[in-house]
C-alpha cells in the first residue's frame, strides 16, 4: 500500500514529507490520467466540511446556487480578448462527441464565465433584477504541465461565484465582501490566517479589472495563493452584451464579479498543521474529531472496555464527530498510529487501569506545550471537557500559525540585497516598497524567484513603507514578496 513507510522529516524536504503526509492521511493519490487526482473519503470529508460552511456564508450574504454546462462552445471563450488569452493554453479541447467531429469544438471550461455570461444575459433586463448573485459548485480543468496533489492538478473541484451588479461601486464591494468571507473562512476555519490584498496589473485574473487574493504562509515559508476574488468591471458585460434597463429607462452594461477557492484549500490546510506524525487537523475541520481507543489484554478486559467506550461515545453526543474504534484486528498502537495520521483531533483511551481509576486518557494531537498532550481526564467531566480541548486546539492551530507568520514577515525591506538574503536563508514574507514596473518584479523573479504576492489591505499593510523601491526607483505602494507555490 506504500502507506506505512516513515515519513520523510518535514526539516529535510518539505515536498517529500507533503507527499507523505497525504499519503498517511489517505486523503488523495493518483490516477491512471496524468495530473489528475483521486480524492479519498477522508480527504473528501475535509472538503465537504469545508463546502458547508463557506456554502452557509454564501447563502447569508444572498447567494444562490446554480449550475451550469462543462462545456463551453469554442467560439464563447473567444470572445473576451483577455480571458481567452489567459486560458487558452491550458484549455483541453473536444473535437469529437458521439464518433463524429463536431462543427464547434467545445472547450471544457477552465471558469465558467463564458458560459455563464450569455445565459445570465437572458436573466437581466432591468434594474430590478440586479444584482444578480450566483454560485456554482463545479469541477474545471486546466491543462497544468506540473502537477501536486490538492495544489495543482489537470481537474479539480471548487465554487466559483459570479454576480452582476448596476454599478462599479457595487461590483467592488462585493468583491472584497467575499475576500473577507475567504478571510474569515480561513482564519476561524482553517487556522490558516491569510494576508489580503491586490495583486499587481499583470497578475490579474484574465479579464479582470481589479484581482484581490488571499495569501498564506505555509510551514516552508512559501506562500499560497489560497482564494481570489475579481471586479471584472464591464469587461464581460461587454464581450456577451449584459445590459439592463436603468430607471430612467436607459440600457446599460452590468458590472459583474467572479470569485473562487478550490480543492487547493486542503492542500493549504495539509501544509499549514501538519509535522512529522502526519496529518494535523483544526477540529472545525476535521471529519473525525474525536476518537476512542479501547485497550484490553483478557477477554473480561475487553468486555469491560468496549462497554465503556460505546458509553462514552454517546455520552458526547451526536454534536461531535466521534469514531468509536472498536475493532479487534489491530492493536491499540496500531490504532494511535493510523489516527495521528489522519489528524484526529482527540483521542480518548480507556483501559482497565483507567475503568479502575473512573476516568480516560486524552491525548492531543496538537499542543504547543508537548508536556500537556496527554491528560487524564476524571469520567463525570468528559463531556464538558472534550469540545473545550477541541476549542483550544482550534485556538491553539490559530495562534500558532499567526506566530509563525509574524516570525516570517519582514517589514521595511530596502533594498534588493537584503530582500535575497532573506529568500536564500528561508524565506518569509517580505515587505518593500515598489515602484510598479513590471521589468522590476520580473528580475526579481528570474533571480531569487520570489514574486509579487499582494499590494496589502490596510489591515496588513505596515505603517510606512519605504520611499525607495529595491530597484531604486521611487516607490508607488508598498507590496509582500514571497516564494510561492
Ligand atoms: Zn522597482
Same mark, same amino acid.
Given at each position: ?8 522529516? #518535514? ?36 472538503? !465537504? ?17 446554480? *449550475? ?52 445570465? /444575459?437572458?436573466?437581466?433586463?432591468? *434594474? ?40 462599479? !461601486?457595487?461590483?467592488?464591494?462585493? /468583491? ?19 494576508? $489580503? ?9 484574465? &479579464? ?19 482564494? $481570489? ?73 475487553? =468486555? ?24 479487534? $484486528?489491530?492493536?491499540? &498502537?496500531?490504532? *494511535?498510529?493510523?489516527? !495521528? ?20 486518557? =486524552?491525548?492531543?494531537?496538537?499542543? +504547543? ?41 519582514? #517589514?521595511?525591506?530596502?533594498? *534588493? =540585497? ?5 529568500? /536564500?536563508?528561508? &524565506? ?7 515602484? &510598479?514596473? +513590471? ?47
Amino acid at each position: 500500500m506504500g502507506e506505512d513507510k516513515a515519513l520523510t522529516p #518535514r526539516d529535510e524536504d518539505f515536498s517529500a514529507w507533503y507527499n507523505g503526509v497525504v499519503q498517511r492521511g489517505q486523503l488523495a493519490g493518483y490516477s491512471p490520467v496524468r495530473g489528475c487526482m483521486v480524492i479519498r473519503p477522508h480527504g473528501y470529508a475535509i472538503w !465537504e466540511l469545508m463546502q458547508k460552511a463557506l456554502d452557509a456564508r454564501f447563502k447569508e450574504t444572498g447567494h444562490q446556487n446554480a *449550475y451550469f454546462p462543462l462545456f463551453v462552445p469554442q467560439s464563447f471563450l473567444q470572445k473576451e480578448a483577455e480571458h481567452v488569452e489567459g486560458f487558452a493554453p491550458e484549455t483541453a479541447v473536444v473535437t469529437h462527441g458521439g464518433g463524429k467531429e463536431l462543427e464547434e469544438p467545445l472547450v471544457v471550461r477552465p471558469t465558467s464565465e463564458a458560459i455563464i455570461w450569455p445565459i445570465m /444575459a437572458n436573466w437581466i433586463q432591468s *434594474y430590478r433584477d440586479l444584482p444578480l448573485l450566483i454560485n456554482q459548485w463545479a469541477n474545471v480543468v486546466r491543462w497544468e504541465m506540473r502537477t501536486r496533489l490538492f495544489l495543482r492538478t489537470l481537474e479539480f473541484l471548487w465554487q466559483e461565484g459570479h454576480t452582476a451588479h448596476a454599478t462599479d !461601486e457595487d461590483a467592488e464591494r462585493e /468583491a472584497l465582501l467575499i475576500l473577507d468571507i475567504y478571510r474569515q473562512f480561513m482564519e476561524e476555519w482553517m487556522a490558516m490566517p491569510p494576508v $489580503t490584498g491586490m495583486k499587481a496589473e499583470w497578475d490579474k485574473f484574465a &479579464g479582470a479589472v481589479r484581482t484581490y487574493a488571499c495569501e498564506a504562509l505555509m510551514q516552508d515559508n512559501w506562500a499560497l495563493q489560497a482564494g $481570489t476574488t475579481h471586479n471584472l468591471g464591464q469587461n464581460f458585460a461587454r464581450a456577451f452584451d449584459v445590459k439592463y434597463q436603468t430607471e430612467d429607462g436607459e440600457h446599460e452594461y452590468v458590472w459583474s464579479t467572479s470569485w473562487g477557492v478550490s480543492t487547493r484549500l486542503v492542500g493549504g490546510l495539509v501544509m499549514m498543521h501538519s509535522d512529522d506524525l502526519g496529518l494535523v487537523l483544526p477540529p472545525k475541520l476535521a471529519p473525525i474529531q474525536v476518537v476512542i481507543v479501547p485497550i484490553w489484554k483478557s477477554d473480561d478486559e475487553k =468486555a469491560r472496555v468496549l462497554e465503556a467506550g460505546a458509553r462514552l461515545k454517546s455520552a458526547l453526543g451526536d454534536g461531535l464527530r466521534v469514531k468509536f474504534d472498536d475493532r479487534d $484486528t489491530l492493536n491499540p &498502537g496500531a490504532k *494511535y498510529y493510523e489516527w !495521528e495520521g489522519k489528524g484526529v483531533p482527540v483521542r480518548l483511551e480507556i483501559g482497565p487501569k483507567d475503568l479502575k481509576k473512573r476516568q480516560v486518557m =486524552a491525548a492531543l494531537r496538537f499542543s +504547543e506545550d508537548p508536556k500537556q498532550r496527554k491528560l487524564a481526564i476524571p469520567e463525570t467531566e468528559v463531556t464538558g471537557r472534550v469540545p473545550e480541548l477541541l476549542n483550544r486546539i482550534q485556538r491553539a492551530l490559530l495562534d500558532a500559525a499567526l506566530r509563525r507568520r509574524e516570525e516570517n514577515s519582514y #517589514r521595511g525591506v530596502t533594498d *534588493y =540585497a537584503e530582500l535575497k538574503k532573506i529568500v /536564500a536563508s528561508g &524565506g518569509g514574507f517580505i515587505y518593500t516598497g515598489y515602484c &510598479g514596473a +513590471e521589468e522590476c518584479e520580473a528580475k526579481v523573479k528570474e533571480e531569487t524567484k520570489a514574486t509579487i504576492r499582494v499590494i496589502p489591505d490596510d489591515d496588513f499593510a505596515s505603517e510606512t513603507f519605504p520611499d525607495e523601491c529595491i530597484c531604486g526607483g521611487p516607490a508607488q505602494h508598498e507590496v509582500v514578496w514571497a516564494r510561492a507555490y
